[in-house]
């Protein structure tokens, strides 16, 4: 609704200060033009907004002016009430000091909307971790977190193959994925991310860096998970399913069960894998659910392997 929308533009301002038409549209999910025309509605109803031409303009609020206009309605309590603490933010040692914080936020609601608390954390739950994610030590991130929150240049060390490489590096931020934790951090310049657990030692140093006024973490994590994904190769499989194992194809291989039938109700598709090595490990679970056409390579490979399982226990 247009009321909401307007209520969280005056907050966005007043917790966060200028900002440009372009930066309000995306928060809020509109277009610009449309930011535009609440600004001028803003205004006619008396809050005192005020733009600034330029590339540091943007609009902002009077200094000094504050609203109340912080109350939760019946929608937001019930979907803050569905968030948890992520497993990440328990390793980052910071758990404690959020689930404080939890507490605090949610005495302050009403009495009516406390009681929906219990109600809503039984009926959904956010597991934030990946399948065997979060499994690996990390003896170094708190480390990290403490030089990325002072702006301290951090000594790290790592294995490329067979060789230890040590750098000192600026770090910028941390980012968790799927459950893993990832350094951002520029070496002479250039910026780059890896991963937390793949570091054999990390220490912060005493000397400090400047980070860029224009560095923005979310265009860059965007920016480079595009790339490591145009990286990957992709290895195509055209493969034969068995009418039975249709329905287990999302789970089994990832893909929406969608291709040709033939007359005997078998489909034939084609999915992507990263490797030869990859697929094979992948369709031999499968069993006799599915039968690789092409590549000749892997189904040859994959005829080797199921005779040597058949050899152990063919008997």
């Not at 497993?87 to 009516?112: D, F, H, M, T, Y």
Request: net charge negative; glycine share 8%.
């Amino acid at each position: 609704m247009r009321a909401d929308r307007l209520i969280a533009m005056i907050i966005l301002l007043q917790t966060r200060g200028r900002m440009s038409a372009r930066r309000l549209a995306d928060e809020l999910e509109v277009s610009e033009r449309t930011i535009y025309r609440d600004i001028v509605a803003l205004s006619a109803a008396g809050i005192p907004v005020y733009g600034e031409a330029g590339p540091q303009g943007g609009y902002a609020l009077v200094d000094g002016y504050s609203t109340s206009l912080t109350g939760l309605s019946e929608g937001e309590a019930q979907a803050l009430f569905m968030l948890s603490i992520p497993e990440p933010l328990q390793a980052l040692g910071v758990g404690q000091e959020l689930k404080a914080a939890w507490l605090k936020l949610a005495a302050s609601l009403p009495a009516s909307r406390q009681a929906e608390q219990e109600r809503v954390r039984q009926r959904f739950y956010l597991d934030h971790v990946w399948w065997q994610s979060g499994q690996e030590a990390l003896p170094h991130l708190q480390t990290i977190h403490q030089a990325v929150w002072g702006d301290r240049c951090l000594r790290i060390r790592y294995k490329m193959f067979t060789t230890e490489i040590e750098h000192v590096v600026e770090p910028y931020a941390l980012v968790v994925k799927a459950g893993e934790w990832y350094l951002v951090s520029a070496l002479q310049g250039r910026l780059s991310a890896q991963r937390v657990a793949a570091l054999l030692e990390a220490q912060a140093l005493d000397e400090r860096f400047e980070r860029p006024a224009d560095f923005d973490l979310q265009a860059f994590w965007k920016g480079w998970c595009a790339e490591q994904a145009g990286r990957q190769v992709v290895y195509p499989v055209r493969l034969r399913v068995a009418p039975h194992f249709t329905p287990a194809l999302s789970w089994a291989l990832g893909v929406s069960p969608a291709g040709i039938l033939d007359e005997d109700g078998w489909m034939t598709l084609t999915v992507a894998f990263e490797s030869l090595e990859v697929a094979r490990g992948k369709i031999l679970g499968c069993g006799g659910g599915v039968e690789v056409l092409e590549p000749y390579a892997l189904r040859r490979s994959i005829q080797d392997y199921a005779q040597q399982v058949m050899g152990v226990y063919g008997g």
